[in-house]
Nanobody
Framework: QVRLEESGGGLVQAGESLRLSCAASVRTFSDYFVGWFRQAPGKEREIVAAIRWDGSNKYYADSMKGRFTISRDNAKNTVDLQMFGLKPEDTAVYYC?????????????????WGQGTQVTVAS
């Protein structure tokens, strides 16, 4: 059974930073690529960033490039999302997800396991 738990969300002011963490309870974490997604009220879930099983390939959505950094520690079964220069439009519930059917996933349907999410609110 795979379980994911996100942490690190909260309320920040525009321009500030947050670091989200995802802890995975899974037998072999390195079997999976990992993605961070977000969903704002009334909007579809969208990808934020993704990282290959060994960290050799990373993907960022255009609006996150240069502001967000994804990293993973396979020894600790964790994936972090460091977010800098947060904007009010970054306000959303952030989810981490694991997938195994591809080398890297870019859409929600390409992931197999999801966490419950953590709320990030950026005040203007």
């Amino acid at each position: 059974q795979v379980r994911l738990e996100e942490s690190g969300g909260g309320l920040v002011q525009a321009g500030e930073s947050l670091r989200l963490s995802c802890a995975a309870s899974v037998r072999t974490f390195s079997d999976y690529f990992v993605g961070w997604f977000r969903q704002a009220p009334g909007k579809e879930r969208e990808i934020v960033a993704a990282i290959r099983w060994d960290g050799s390939n990373k993907y960022y959505a255009d609006s996150m490039k240069g502001r967000f950094t994804i990293s993973r520690d396979n020894a600790k079964n964790t994936v972090d999302l460091q977010m800098f220069g947060l904007k009010p439009e970054d306000t959303a519930v952030y989810y981490c997800a694991l997938g195994w059917r591809y080398s890297l996933g870019y859409a929600p349907g390409e992931y197999d396991y999801w966490g419950q999410g953590t709320q990030v609110t950026v005040a203007s």
